[in-house]
């Protein structure tokens, strides 16, 4: 076969004939080029370790979500209380309304059916972003991984 750039002949060994030369491995450099650097080392450990802290809060972050029922909605109460006038007497319901005027309307607290719901929200909240913390660590811990290795 001739060269594309000076023109001359190179002869060009069969596969048969590059199994038969000796093989020479030099070991130093091939440890130094797949060796990853101490810092990278720590600093994966630190990240996967974090990661998978973190996967376990998510999870039980998602387990008390799960266990919260909540049947009650805004909606459905209301439409308790419109069922529940609907059966009282027209007097009772002229009491309850002189009673508002007398006390104040506001309220001290939520009604217990929006604290349940509103409780649920927060685990809910608390496991995505536990787990998005969690996933930013662990491509955090594999990029560390990958950069950390010389060659």
């Not at 990278?40 to 973190?54: E, P, R, Y």
């Not at 002189?98 to 929200?121: C, F, N």
């Amino acid at each position: 076969m001739q060269c594309p750039h000076c023109h001359a002949d190179v002869a060009i060994p069969k596969l048969g004939e590059l199994r038969e030369l000796p093989q020479v491995e030099d070991d130093r450099d091939r440890a130094t080029a797949t060796a990853p650097s101490g810092g990278s080392t720590i600093a994966f450990l630190l990240l996967g370790l974090i990661a998978v802290a973190l996967l376990l809060g998510a999870g039980y972050n998602t387990v008390r979500w799960a266990m919260i029922e909540t049947t009650t909605t805004t909606e459905s109460h209301l439409a308790e209380i419109e069922e529940s006038y609907a059966r009282v007497e027209p007097a009772s319901v002229v009491l309850d309304f002189e009673d508002m005027e007398v006390r104040s309307l506001d309220m001290v607290s939520p009604y217990t059916y929006h604290a349940v719901v509103t409780e649920k929200a927060r685990w809910g909240w608390n496991a995505v972003i536990t787990a998005g913390l969690a996933v930013v660590c662990g491509i955090g811990a594999l990029g560390a991984a990958s950069l950390g290795r010389k060659g």
